[in-house]
Each structure stands twice: as C-alpha cells, then as structure tokens.
C-alpha cells in the first residue's frame, strides 16, 4: 500500500468505495503516522485510536453491505478542540477546562456522524481561540511543518498543522477574526470560513459569538467542497445550491469546476497593496492575473481602510468575549496563560457604549462592502500581510497578529477562503483569499478551484514531512 | 474614545471586579488600550439597524 499520509479525501473516498483499502487500514495508517511525526508538531492534543478504530469498523460494514453515505464514508478527521465530542474533553488548550468533559456532540460532529466520517483526535489551539501561541500553557502550542519555528497560524494552529503535514485529510476549524484562514495561509493548506451561521456553532465553545464562524480546513479545494457539503444543514445547502449525491461525491457544487471566463472579480487591492510583504503583494497581484488570463473582468474594489476594520472587529470580540470569561477572570485568571489572558481581560475596559458604536460601525462597513461587490462574482485579497513570526518571540507575534485582510470578512459574515498562492524565498507558504456574497460559497469555490490549477500549488508538502 | 491611563485601567479593572492582577499585565493592558481602543473618526457611525448582516445571513426559525 503506498502512503496514505497525503491522499485526498477524494482519493481516499474512491479507494474505500473500491474497497481497495479498509478504513481502518487508513485509519491504523494515519494513526501510526500520527505516532511517528507529531512528536515534532504538537497538533493533537488528544488522539483516540480505540474510538477511530471501532468508528472505522463500522464503516467498513456499512461500506461492505453496500450501505455508501457519501465521500466523507470511512475518512478519518480530526476537530479542534473548542468543539464537544460526546465523552471526550473540550479543553479549549486551557487550565481552566482541563478536566471538562462533553456530554454531548457538538451539532457538526453529528454531521460527520452521519456522513460516516471517522474521528481521530483533537487538535491544538490558541487558549480559548485567542490567547496564543503560548508557552505557558498546559500542552504546547503547535508547530508549523514548513518550519517548526515560526508560527502555524491560529487560532485553529493544529488543524493547520496535521493537515500541512499528512496525518490527516480533513481538520475542523472556528474562525473569529481569521481563525481558520490564518493556519491555513502559514500552513499551506486550504479553508473556508462558510457563511454565518451557514455551519452551526452549537456545542462549539464562543469566542465572540457575533463573529464566531466554524468551518472545514483540507489539502485542496475540491476537498474543502465535500468537507463543508457534509457539515451545513440541509436546508442550507440547498440555499448554497449543494447536491450530494452518493453516486458523484467529488462534486458536491455541480459548477464549480466552469471556469472563469465572463465573471466578473473584484479586488480589494487596498488591503494589501501599501502594507503587506512585498513578495505576499506580488504573489497576490500574480493571482489576480491569472485570474484575468483565465478570461473574468477583473476590478478593484474601493472601501474603508483595513485599519478601520480590523478595529471594529477586534473591540466587538474584546466586548462579546469578556462577556464569556468574566466570572473565570473575576476568580481564576492565574490559571490563564498570560497572553490568553491579557487579551481576554482588554474587554473590561470597554464600555456598553464602545460595544454599541462597535456595531453601529459595522453594520455600515458591512454595507460597504456588499455594495463595493454589487456587481462582482467573487472577490480575491491577500490573507495575511506577514509572514509568521518565530513561535518563541512573544514581541514579534504581538506585532504581526493583525498584520491581516481576514476580519472584514467576520464583519460581514460573508464567505472567504484561503489557498496558497505561492511560497517566499525561505519557503513559507503565501496564501490568497477569494471572497464571495453571502451564501455564495459556490462561487467561491469556483473561483478558488480554477486559481488552484492555474498557480498550481496545492499538494506540495513539507520537506521534514514526507 | 478615550484611551485609559494606567490608573484608569487598574482602577477598571476594579470596578469589573478584577484583583491581583500583576503590573506587567496592567501595564499590557494599558498599552493595548493606547494602540488599539479607538474607533477611526473618519469613519461615520451610522443608525442603520444594527447588525445589519443578520437578514442576509437569515435565522433558522
């Protein structure tokens, strides 16, 4: 059998259908993959063999008597671990929930669930999606497989991590403020934040309930398709205009894969033209030519300073999660790591009238931008300005940490997705983000898949990982 | 918005019934309120209904 650390959930869905390999032969081969590499990567928290194990059995069965569900059958995963998984703990990678266990499935478990897929750990995150990296915590934070050390992104650090590095297909992400985005732009990866509130956030612990996004991370975008047709609600995906079908699993969007030509795409080049890395700029400008050569009408788009944005976000999650933790902080805040901590306690010197006007404001930068795309089919904008910072230097992280285009796309609950658009000269990944209308994640991945061809640079891995 | 004094956010701190917090933390916090608490002037607060992202993102009732 050759190695399945790298196989697509595509690949490994045809395979199990084929029956040429068993579920829980991938699945014992990720988990001894698992064994042998994240010794150096700290992207699980928590494995679970004997419950992956049984969980792969099953499917097996099922599969064996002709009893298919879907391209997510027998597919191991893994979920971060700010979303409950019924008799596992949530511990948000925090002291304060060390000994909490779930009683119950978050409702996107449920979905995998149901899709068949297999669960096969926890991974790491920043303490409660904000605090992080951070040293200082019960459980390392994760490391980045393109080099162990910068940071991977986060706050979905180890679900970025695993994927960049083949231990498993499909991750589960929450994105606040570019959660999901973030690792997997550093990571090189690909993931969506959907829509709000397209993929349900019950039994996913908050961050900033307003802002708070949960959606899927994968290699590729054909994969991200299939990951995130498994986890909306049924009467969403027929609002997003998702058809699975058991018969065709790959292709859960029947026109993602029409092309570009006769769209028209918006750029938010103001995002990204005057502040980010040069060689982040030019790799984000050499996406939007290939856009333009793949035959859509490319236009720039003009809207309110980044900073602007960024600052309404960021004061909207300070407000909404001291709103979650004050009592823990008022009691327990020692038990915090200092940087999860520090940010969580800012929210107490926000006023009800700062968190109003917070609001006010963003309902007109939301506006902004659904007028600025009035007339476009998707928009494309760099993701992170940076390239990630040392894991171990507290100074630079504070420095780089909204050194990003992710959050206007919070404010206005729309869906944006990241994938890489290239490397820089020491070989970290760059990523892009294509931007769509809300519940137009179709498109998006229309976009996003004929870019992935055109750039061509999904499935390249990381050296140390192979 | 006004941007917090050391003493004003230790005393915040306080009144939200916060306590023992250590002077590096005060000091972060008051840095972060200078650098981050501000609401860009030239951008118009409006009265539009707020939040105005909800009847496109619908509810499920």
Not at chain 1, 403 to 432: E, Q, W
């Amino acid at each position: 059998m050759s190695e399945p650390g790298y196989w697509s959930i595509a690949e490994c869905a045809r395979r199990l259908r084929a029956r040429e390999i068993s579920s829980e032969e991938l699945t014992r081969a990720l988990l001894a993959r698992i064994e042998r590499l994240d010794g150096a990567l700290n992207s699980f928290l928590l494995v679970t063999p004997e419950r992956a194990l049984a969980a792969a059995r099953s499917a097996d069965a099922e599969i064996a008597r002709g009893d298919y569900r879907g391209g997510l059958h027998g597919v191991p995963y893994a979920a971060k671990d700010i979303i409950d998984v019924a008799g596992l703990p949530t511990t948000c990678h925090s002291a304060i929930r060390r000994d909490h266990v779930a009683e119950s499935d978050a409702e996107i478990i449920t979905r995998l669930n149901d899709a068949g897929a297999v669960l096969i750990g926890k991974t790491a995150l920043h303490e409660f999606a904000t605090g992080g990296p951070s040293l200082d915590l019960p459980w390392p934070p994760a490391r980045n497989p393109w080099n162990r050390e910068v940071h991977p992104g986060g706050s979905s650090s180890g679900s970025g991590a695993a994927l960049a590095a083949g231990l498993v297909p499909m991750t589960l992400g929450t994105d606040t403020g570019g959660s999901i985005r973030h690792p997997a732009t550093a990571c090189g990866v690909v993931g969506i934040k959907p829509t709000y509130n397209a993929v349900s956030l019950e039994g996913v612990f908050p961050l900033s309930f307003s802002l708070d996004h949960a959606g899927p991370l994968t290699r590729d975008v054909t994969d991200n398709a299939i990951a995130l047709a498994a986890l909306l609600r049924p009467q969403d995906a027929r609002r997003i205009g998702c058809a699975v079908d058991c018969d065709a699993p790959d292709a859960p969007f029947p026109n993602i894969g029409d092309g570009l030509a006769g769209l028209t795409v918006g750029v938010f080049e103001d995002f990204y033209r005057s502040e980010a890395d040069p060689e982040i700029a030019a790799a984000t400008d050499a996406a939007v030519r290939r856009i333009a050569e793949l035959g859509a009408v490319v236009k720039p788009l003009r809207v309110s300073p980044l900073a602007t944005y960024n600052s309404c976000g960021r004061l909207l999650l300070q407000a909404e999660s001291w709103a979650v933790h004050a009592d823990w902080l008022r009691t327990r805040h020692g038990e915090y790591g200092e940087r999860g901590r520090r940010r969580l306690l800012a929210g107490a010197l926000l006023s009800a009238g700062d968190y109003v006007k917070a609001q006010q404001l963003r309902a007109h930068l939301a506006r902004e931008i659904h007028a600025a795309m009035r007339d476009c089919d998707f928009a494309i904008t760099a993701s992170s300005l940076v390239f990630p910072a040392r894991i171990d230097d507290a100074a630079a992280i504070e420095r780089t940490y909204d050194r990003a285009a992710r959050m206007p796309f919070n404010l206005n609950g729309a869906p944006a997705l990241s994938l890489p658009a290239g490397f820089s000269k020491t070989g970290l990944p760059i990523g892009v983000q294509i931007v769509g209308h809300p519940w137009g994640e179709a498109m998006v991945y229309r976009g996003a898949l004929a870019l992935e061809a055109a750039l061509g640079f999904a499935g390249r891995h990381p050296p140390q990982f192979p | 918005m006004h941007a917090p004094t050391p003493e004003e956010v230790a005393a915040r701190m306080a009144a939200a019934g916060i306590t023992g917090l250590k002077p590096d933390d005060l000091a972060w916090l008051t840095a972060a309120a200078a650098r981050t608490f501000t609401l860009p002037a030239e951008c118009p607060v409006t009265t539009v209904p707020a939040p105005v992202f909800v009847p496109l993102m619908r509810d499920h009732e």
